[in-house]
């Protein structure tokens, strides 16, 4: 079992930025791919970004070259660096990791941060 916490989310106005953090209750080391995802009210939770344990990461078109993910193995947490905001970027984000152990697929989520960008 992987718990999942996340911080930093909150208000902010747009083109500015947040930090957000999620710190995982075992070595991230251990698992294979962590990553952010995001949903609004009505709306099917989306990728945001995702990095694997090699360090190769991935965006959603919508965040490429303003967002950028990164992982602290020392801290065992995953950081998402959120710049130029703009409001629809507005939503809660998930924390997500997954960890492949003998062909299964096992999934953890944190319990959301919610980032609202407005003026």
């Known amino acids: 079992q992987v718990q999942l916490v996340e911080s930093g989310g909150g208000l902010v106005q747009p083109g500015g930025s947040l930090r957000l953090s999620c710190a995982a209750s075992?070595?991230?080391?251990?698992?294979?791919?962590m990553g952010w995802y995001r949903q609004t009210p009505g709306k099917q939770r989306e990728l945001v970004a995702t990095?694997?344990?090699?360090?190769?990461?991935n965006y959603a078109d919508s965040v490429k070259g303003r967002f950028t993910i990164s992982r602290d193995n020392a801290k065992d947490t995953v950081n998402l660096q959120m710049n130029s905001l703009k409001p629809e970027d507005t939503a809660v984000y998930y924390c997500?990791?997954?960890?492949?152990?003998?062909?299964?697929?096992?999934?953890?989520w944190g319990q959301g941060t919610q980032v609202t960008v407005s003026s």
């Open positions: 075992t070595s991230i080391s251990d698992i294979n791919t």
């Open positions: 997500n990791a997954v960890r492949l152990r003998v062909g299964l697929r096992f999934q953890y």
């Open positions: 990095i694997i344990s090699g360090g190769i990461t």
